[in-house]
């Protein structure tokens, strides 16, 4: 991947013939015992102070061929939750995105801080060219959970993991943090990327200890297993990682260290 630009919000990268941009919608202050330490007594207990919280950031990636092909990745949280958060359009008036050329959004999952920034605060529609929703089969249930995006129903494109969505685009099952959790794998020629949604909460912890669960998560065990393997496959494979919850800029590659892993990210 190489750099191309860097704004507070933005962060732009090319491989081969796509630009690849990772937008910050900015970031949610969460207890820290919400990180499960399973075998360390003393980790367990110290995660559970009151007083102690982690920053998690929140991104969206978008990635365009010659300005076609526009694909968004998440959504950001909108206006529905902390004012930390719904900064999107401001990220993407960085990095010079039209939000009109915005005709595919891909969710990896149905949580708010991923699917609520389809409106605008004011209740808008943030993308109006928007003709397609791509979201694991299993997570449209919770979507039309959301009263407010039931105008969306039309848009749905249910998927399984293992389909592919163009000959660039493969999506890829990541069980265990909510029904329907998908990662999509970019092969642009020259690099793989996976977007790989909430695999990772805490890089700063779990690169290291990818044993380490996370409350939030439906099934911790069965995340646990997705992200050993995960890691385990993209350090082999040098497989570039996005992910929602990754420090900026948010994508980079990991590498062995120890027991567990390290990310180094781009640019």
């Known amino acids: 991947m190489e750099f191309l630009s860097q704004s507070a919000n933005a962060f732009g990268c090319a491989s081969g013939a796509w630009n690849i941009w990772s937008l910050s919608d900015g970031y949610v202050d969460l207890p820290a015992e919400t990180l499960r330490y399973p075998n360390d007594k003393s980790d367990r207990q110290s995660s559970r102070r009151e007083d102690l919280l982690v920053r ?24 529905s939750w902390d004012p930390s958060m719904g900064h999107l ?49 299993d997570a449209v249930q919770e979507f039309l959970a ?15 993991g293992g389909d592919r969505l163009a000959d660039h685009l493969l999506s890829v099952a990541i069980p265990g943090h909510a029904p329907g959790h998908m990662g999509y794998l970019l092969s642009t020629n020259e690099d793989d990327i996976l977007f790989c949604g909430d695999l990772i909460h805490v890089p700063a912890a779990q690169f290291a200890r990818p044993e380490l669960t996370w409350a939030y998560d439906e099934d911790e065990l069965l995340a646990r297993t997705s992200r050993r393997e995960l890691l385990q496959e993209a350090a082999r494979a040098r497989t570039g ?15 062995e260290e120890g027991r567990g892993y390290a990310f180094v990210p781009a640019g």
């Open 146 to 160: 959301e009263p407010k995006l039931a105008e969306f129903r039309s848009l749905l494109a249910p998927i399984n």
């Open 56 to 79: 998690l950031s929140v991104n969206c990636f978008l990635f365009d061929r010659s300005n076609q092909d526009c694909v968004l990745i998440d959504c950001g949280a909108g206006g």
């Open 241 to 255: 990682l996005a992910g929602a919850h990754l420090g900026r800029p948010g994508i980079g590659r990991i590498v």
């Open 89 to 137: 359009g401001k990220a993407m008036a960085e990095a010079g995105i039209d939000s009109s050329s915005v005709t595919v959004v891909a969710l990896t999952h149905a949580h708010g801080d991923h699917i609520n920034g389809l409106l605008m605060p004011d209740g808008q529609r943030a993308f109006k060219n928007l003709c397609k929703i791509v979201i694991g089969e």
